[in-house]
């Protein structure tokens, strides 16, 4: 480490850049080029609305090192196009653990281009990679379902464990009819149906679903409705599947006896919000921008595009989707218009 730190502040290099990040993705140094280049300052969260700090607070979070990665800045307010190849480093010789990062700098603009190919392809093999893991569950959870079956074929016929089998089943297979339908709606941009629905029938056929969850984990549910029903243009399924998403979240988010509320409350201009919200551990603040970004997950077994969907879905229905997180807990509010 001294030795690469008498190289950053000693030599001349034109075509590297350094930084060093705290395990809070915080800048405790960076050279002047790249400090001009993001606009950064000491001590503060680098940019996640960057490649480059996509890219490192993903690493920084699954304490992985990054060797040889392409980097394409295209976005930039008042900057040019810049490509970088990326190199990360946890360093753990001090108190509290640091990353350094080297940055070589391609100003050939003709390595930009295999760059960008580079990128599309990545992004596919992570659509393909979460994709396959996501729907090979399920599957294997069917073809085990099946083998019971099979071996009970010679046996007298039980049809409550048939039931409970053919359950399963359709369990299954419902979650890889869901995970295909998200790609869907988030690849091809299908035209969304809305009717006129009441908020209280939605409401009313989906909480028995979340009762037995939270029995399931004795957790505490809270619930808040108010005696006024209100009538919303929503598709009543992509509604019920977005509150699901985020109540799973919530439920994963708490310790057994945690505790999850939900409250629905009229707002001024005719807006109603939908609330949910734990008293887990929170979301860590320099993560959140970026916990509405597709793939992005701190799950190992997850596709990580659970609240982008949300998000897609909630601004088709002309709402939006706001997230509050701390050290107590997280709040998930949906925010739709209301038209009766």
């Excluded at 969260?45 to 490649?51: E, S």
């Excluded at 399963?168 to 969304?192: A, N, V, W």
């Excluded at 009441?198 to 005696?227: C, D, F, T």
């Excluded at 988010?253 to 609330?275: K, P, T």
Aim: proline share 5%; with cysteine; glycine share 6%.
């Amino acid at each position: 480490m001294d030795h690469l730190w008498n190289l950053i502040m000693h030599e001349k290099h034109d075509q590297l850049d350094f930084l060093l990040l705290d395990s809070e993705c915080r800048v405790i140094f960076a050279t002047p080029p790249v400090t001009s280049y993001y606009s950064l300052e000491q001590k503060s969260v680098f940019p996640l609305h960057t490649k480059l700090g996509a890219l490192l607070h993903q690493s920084i979070l699954h304490k992985s090192a990054v060797f040889c990665q392409p980097v394409l800045e295209t976005e930039m307010p008042g900057q040019d196009k810049t490509a970088y190849l990326c190199f990360l480093y946890p360093y753990s010789n001090t108190k509290d653990l640091c990353y350094y990062i080297i940055l070589h700098k391609m100003n050939n603009i003709q390595s930009i281009n295999p760059l960008i190919e580079y990128e599309k392809r990545k992004t596919i093999g992570e659509m393909a990679a979460g994709t396959a893991d996501a729907i090979l569950n399920p599957l294997a959870a069917i073809k085990g379902t099946i083998q019971l079956m099979e071996r009970g074929s010679g046996l007298p016929y039980d049809m409550d464990k048939f039931r409970y089998y053919f359950s399963l089943l359709f369990d299954q297979i419902g979650k890889i009819e869901t995970i295909i339908e998200r790609f869907i709606q988030l690849g091809k941009q299908k035209p969304m149906h809305l009717h006129l629905t009441s908020l209280s029938k939605v409401i009313g056929e989906w909480l028995p679903h979340i009762y037995s969850k939270a029995l399931s984990r004795q957790m505490n549910l809270n619930i808040n409705l108010p005696n006024q029903d209100t009538k919303l243009y929503i598709n009543e399924q992509l509604l019920t599947a977005v509150l699901d998403e985020i109540f799973n979240n919530a439920h994963d988010a708490v310790d057994d006896n945690g505790s999850v509320h939900l409250s629905i409350q009229l707002q001024e201009q005719r807006q109603v919000c939908i609330e949910i919200s734990d008293n887990g551990h929170g979301i860590p603040e320099h993560l959140m921008p970026l916990v509405k970004n597709p793939f992005f997950t701190t799950k190992d077994e997850a596709l990580g595009f659970g609240l982008s969907y949300c998000d897609q879905i909630i601004h088709h229905m002309g709402g939006n989707l706001e997230i509050v997180s701390s050290r107590s807990g997280t709040s998930v509010q949906i925010h739709l218009p209301v038209y009766t």
